[in-house]
């Protein structure tokens, strides 16, 4: 029987923990007006937090949903203040719980992991192995069984009141992908699988976290049980071998795996490569012994400038904003061989000073 974890309420709804994940959520956010609006009232918010928690009269507010398009089209939930505040309270807590369970072979969402050090273990792989497996899952937010998640949870937290609170915030999420996902049945589903509690808002600290929950089942598969060497970053994963032969039979397993988790692997994007191919993972085309940007990143990249290049003239936007945009896509591409792509580009797209300044 796996180790569980009782009484962890009163450490997450206490005073102590609720301030310092008020510090985490706002970390980055202070300007913003709720954030601010919270901060006026800080003390009183936090202990109507903890109060409500601890009397149960604690519930989620509504979303405020928009879609980005880059780099792929995909629907923003963004919860309350006062919400985030409690996903980082629970985090902090449960956090600590899973992380010791969790495979070194998964980077998104982790204290000194990230992109960049999945692109540098992928490519180490990538000069050890000919062959390269790229799976990725369809539609992976929008297709999260709270079921499945609640039953993985439950295995480590014994503690009635956080596992409630973890079905509370789920709940709160309930439908919002709904338009995004299409509807898959698996073995033994019956007439009421459509109806299945399904979906976590992409842009919650707790849907990050639980999706390494969720996909820790894959790494136990691929590590433990395979032992094949890997490397996922949420629901992109690339598995490394010596033959064609043992990619296609993690393959078949990765599926079977899948469906446990109610999940299925995107069938175009699911296939395997020669390392001599390369492979595209976490915005980079990785090679053996060099790496791209993805073009699709180039491109995305280009048009925001000019973007910003409107605002900016415009007086829309601070050049306080646009530098920091820029800085943050030459420190994304410096960790590819970029110094020439970054040159032309920057001298094809100077920013001029505002008409009239």
């Not at 079905?167 to 309930?174: A, P, Q, T, V």
Request: proline fraction near 4%; glycine fraction near 6%; charged fraction near 25%.
């Amino acid at each position: 029987m796996p180790k569980s974890y009782n009484h962890l309420f009163p450490q997450l709804a206490s005073f102590a923990n609720l301030h310092a994940a008020w510090e985490a959520a706002r970390r980055g956010k202070r300007r913003r007006p709720d954030v601010a609006a919270f901060e006026r009232h800080l003390e009183v918010n936090l202990l109507q937090l903890e109060q409500q928690l601890l009397d149960g009269s604690y519930r989620p507010g509504r979303y405020r949903s928009f879609f980005i398009r880059e780099p792929k089209r995909r629907k923003i939930s963004a919860a309350p203040f006062r919400d985030r505040v409690v996903h980082h309270a629970l985090v902090q807590v449960i956090g600590p719980i899973f992380e010791a369970r969790f495979s070194a072979a998964s980077y998104a969402c982790r204290v000194g992991k990230g992109t960049h050090r999945a692109a540098d273990q992928a490519q180490t792989l990538l000069r050890r192995y000919p062959y390269v497996l790229k799976a990725d899952v369809a539609q992976f937010f929008p297709s999260i069984d709270h079921g499945v998640l609640a039953g993985l949870l439950a295995r480590h937290i014994a503690c009635r009141r956080t596992l409630d609170l973890c079905r509370r915030i789920m709940s709160s999420g309930d439908g919002i992908l709904a338009s995004e996902y299409t509807l898959r049945l698996f073995p033994g589903d019956d007439l009421f699988a459509a109806l299945r509690p399904r979906g976590l808002p992409i842009g919650n600290l707790t849907s990050q976290f639980w999706a390494n929950v969720y996909l820790n089942r894959v790494d136990t598969l691929l590590q433990r049980e395979l032992r094949l060497p890997h490397v996922r970053y949420c629901d992109d994963i690339l598995v490394f071998a010596d033959t064609k032969a043992t990619l296609h039979a993690a393959l078949a397993a990765l599926h079977e795996q899948a469906a446990h988790l109610r999940l299925t692997l995107h069938s175009v994007k699911t296939r395997l490569y020669t390392a001599d191919e390369g492979v595209e993972f976490v915005g980079y085309r990785l090679f053996r012994d060099h790496r791209r940007l993805r073009r699709g990143n180039v491109r995305l990249f280009v048009r925001r400038l000019r973007r910003q290049q409107r605002a900016y003239q415009s007086g829309q936007i601070a050049a306080t904003q646009v530098r920091a945009s820029l800085q943050s896509w030459i420190a994304h591409a410096k960790h590819a061989d970029t110094y020439r792509l970054r040159s032309r580009l920057l001298r094809a797209h100077p920013f001029a000073a505002r008409h009239g300044v």
